[in-house]
């Protein structure tokens, strides 16, 4: 056959596809049907009506000086409900099927108008003996308590404060395995590990340079780079849970201006960086409806390593370089009936301790956010929050250094669900 | 000295749950677990976990629960999708191959009786529905004996030696229950095609099974709380029906009903729904027993 146009043999084409189809449907229930085989599919839509004190454009550009890490120094448009206005935060599609009988598979298919993006997707053991449980893949790390949770699950609108400052808006995602073990105890005891990649730009980073003091090369980390730990446990006291969890997460900080520049200065690093958390959950069941929630994490940073830098006559410097972060949030739940959920939450960055050469940069610390919201469940498949907050942990770049500028700004968030129905976790 | 004393009680912990011969099963509801214990008797270990007065469909997913999980030779479930917004995560986070679905620990009892009301097609405009049919089967006492049948095989195969003492166990059970069971059903004779309101569709297998007739739900939809339309409407049906009853569950709001009873002339009764709904109903015969008694004292 010999087609001059394109666009016939197209045609042909999808002709023969849809005759197929079609063919293939008249023997739907037959011999070789797999339509029970198709996984659980849901879909999430996250959108959100913004009104905020400040403009867009200045928005972004807010900083916390010292605390973000290392150059990506703004604030920037990421994140859910960025702009003023009507935002559409994002479109999750998530699967999920055993795969045989020794392991199951997830998958997070994270959408928006633009792009799709593999949020997380790996496999966990099923079969695994002594309480053992292998899980591989690309997926949210399990340090603390609000970083493995999906965004649909929290209480809040946004990522506490510290959470974002030390491993962005979208969390510490990464590349990896992790192992758990439960205890064999009469109460709720977990021991996991995890090795990973260690990408995360804002606290780790495996990126080589050029000393820009030498021009010697600083090789790139050769993967895993980075190690978390964790233990949790649990308890009842009469109608209430209490969960406490102890994280650690330690690897390497390479980075280069080069490759995430905002600022002009050639400007690189190269330290060693290990992150601590505690969270603290507590839920009491008033009755079989309303209950009462309380949760709080904390989490320290400390940064030790050099940076590459230069000097104020322009000359190629390399002094120490020491940070200490710490920060945390506190929030408080309750579920008033079947329909009505109302909360508050304070946020807290604490130290921010930077030292370069031995010399106290004096950044700002003590900075707060202050949330409340409330929150309307039609059904569980959809609800609406809305959401007030006062930030004064930001600020603005001037001509002379920065200036703090805080910020109020109310959410009116929608957040729908259909297909399969997923099973909440504590 | 300080390992030794964090490691000892760990060790003690684990030889514990190693050496006891007892299977160990955990139930989702009280009603299971109380089967459960009338066919294992010493054999077993029975740990139940959701409360009795609490809604089924949606328990707090303790972080306990994985621990009782952690360790467990059988875990037995209503199934019929009552327990899928809570009990999936803990199985996942309960690391016990032994209780994964499709294991011979995992024994789902929906699987073995009779579903009333499937939907011939699903959708969530619905409300809350269950495409594998009504999941409260426990409230028709017919099903007992398939359940406590179900259970006596599974226990069997788990644990061969014991078959012989399981069976006579479930033996004993069935019989005493159907000898009860002609005593209910003769207590419920005269309240024969008796029209009733409950508020959601739970008590849907004792009604038909003693020959009561549903004439409506509080609900407008499955776990959609009352409107003042749709409780407009009931009011016009307990009147033009002749409802003398509004059957109410333990554990949603029973304001609706009480403005009904108010109104005219009609009585709420509240009816435990599983073991431990109401003090009275502390194993599964006395559930029953104490539901034939609220109807018929009412």
């Keep these: ?426 | 000295m300080k390992f030794v004393k964090f490691i000892l009680p760990l060790l003690l912990m684990f030889m514990q749950t190693a050496l006891s011969s007892q299977l160990h099963v955990v139930a989702t509801y009280g009603y299971i677990g109380d089967i459960v214990q009338r066919i294992g008797k010493d054999k077993v270990e029975v740990v139940a976990l959701a409360r009795g007065d609490y809604n089924p469909h949606v328990i707090v997913p303790k972080p306990s629960y994985i621990a009782k999980l952690r360790g467990a030779d059988l875990l037995v479930i209503n199934g019929g999708q009552l327990e899928i917004g809570w009990l999936p995560q803990i199985i996942r986070q309960a690391n016990n191959g032994n209780v994964q679905s499709g294991a011979k620990g995992f024994l789902d009892l929906s699987k073995y009786v009779h579903l009333i009301d499937v939907p011939s097609s699903v959708s969530r405009e619905m409300g809350d529905v269950h495409p594998e049919g009504n999941p409260h089967f426990f409230l028709d006492p017919d099903n007992l004996p398939i359940i406590a049948k179900a259970i006596t095989d599974r226990l069997s195969e788990l644990d061969p030696e014991n078959r012989s003492f399981y069976e006579a166990n479930n033996n004993d059970l069935t019989n005493q229950w159907k000898q009860k069971v002609k005593t209910w059903e003769e207590k419920l004779k005269p309240l024969k095609g008796e029209k009733i309101v409950e508020y959601h569709r739970i008590f849907d297998y004792f009604l038909r099974r003693f020959g009561f007739t549903i004439v409506a739900t509080i609900e407008p939809l499955p776990g959609i709380p009352p409107t003042t339309k749709h409780i407009a409407d009931v009011e016009r049906m307990i009147g033009s029906e002749h409802v003398k009853y509004i059957l109410q569950d333990v554990y949603n709001p029973q304001d609706a009903s009480q403005y009904l009873a108010k109104r005219l002339n009609v009585k709420v009764l509240i009816l435990p729904h599983d073991v431990g709904a109401v003090k009275e109903a502390d194993n599964v015969f006395n559930v029953f027993e104490e539901i034939v008694r609220r109807l018929t004292n009412g």
């Design chain 1, 1 to 426: 056959m010999n087609l001059k146009h394109p666009c016939i043999s197209v045609v042909l084409l999808l002709f023969l596809f849809s005759s197929g189809a079609m063919h293939a449907q008249s023997n739907e229930g037959s011999s070789f049907d797999q339509s029970k085989f198709v996984p659980d599919i849901a879909f999430i839509l996250d959108a959100s009506a913004v009104a905020r004190d400040i403009k867009d454009q200045q928005y972004y550009s807010l900083t916390t000086p010292g605390v973000t890490f290392p150059f990506l120094t703004e604030r920037g448009s990421s994140g859910a409900s960025a702009h003023r206005g009507m935002n559409f935060n994002y479109g999750e599609l998530s699967l999920y099927s055993v795969v045989d009988p020794y392991f199951d598979l997830f998958a997070v298919i994270g959408l928006s108008p633009e792009s799709a993006g593999l949020e997380e997707a790996y496999f966990s053991s099923r079969k695994l003996p002594y309480g053992l449980k292998l899980k591989a893949g690309k997926f949210l790390s399990s340090f603390g308590r609000v970083n493995e949770q999906h965004e649909h699950f929290w209480d809040f609108s946004n990522r506490p404060l510290i959470a974002a400052a030390l491993f962005g808006e979208e969390g510490l995602n990464e590349i990896g395995a992790q192992m758990t073990w439960v205890a064999p105890t009469s109460y709720y005891l977990v021991f996991g590990a995890e090795v990973l990649n260690g990408e995360n730009q804002q606290s780790f980073g495996t990126t080589g340079f050029i000393r820009p003091t030498d021009g010697a090369a600083v090789d790139a980390v050769q993967g895993p780079n980075l190690y978390v730990g964790f233990v949790r446990s649990s308890i009842d006291i009469g109608d209430a849970s209490i969960l406490f969890g102890v994280s650690d997460a330690f690897g390497k900080t390479r980075a280069d201006q080069s490759v995430s520049s905002i600022v002009p200065t050639h400007e690189a690093v190269d330290a060693n960086t290990n992150i601590i958390g505690v969270n603290l959950t507590m839920k009491y069941s008033l009755d079989a409806i309303r209950f009462i929630s309380f949760q709080s994490e904390y989490m320290h940073r400390s940064i030790d390593g050099t940076l590459y830098t230069t000097g104020p006559a322009d000359e190629a410097i390399m002094p120490n370089l020491e940070k200490r972060h710490s920060g945390m949030y506190a929030q408080a739940v309750a579920m008033l009936d079947q329909r009505w959920e109302a909360g508050l939450r304070y946020d807290l960055l604490m130290q921010n301790d930077v030292t370069t050469g031995g010399i106290d940069q004096h950044q700002p610390s003590q900075l707060p956010r202050y949330s409340a919201m409330i929150e309307y469940y039609p059904t569980e498949f959809s609800r609406f929050r809305l959401q007030l907050d006062r930030d004064e942990s930001l600020f603005v770049p001037t001509a002379t250094g920065v200036s703090r500028r805080p910020y109020t700004q109310i959410v009116l968030q929608a957040n729908l669900a259909i297909g399969a129905h997923g099973a909440h976790a504590f």
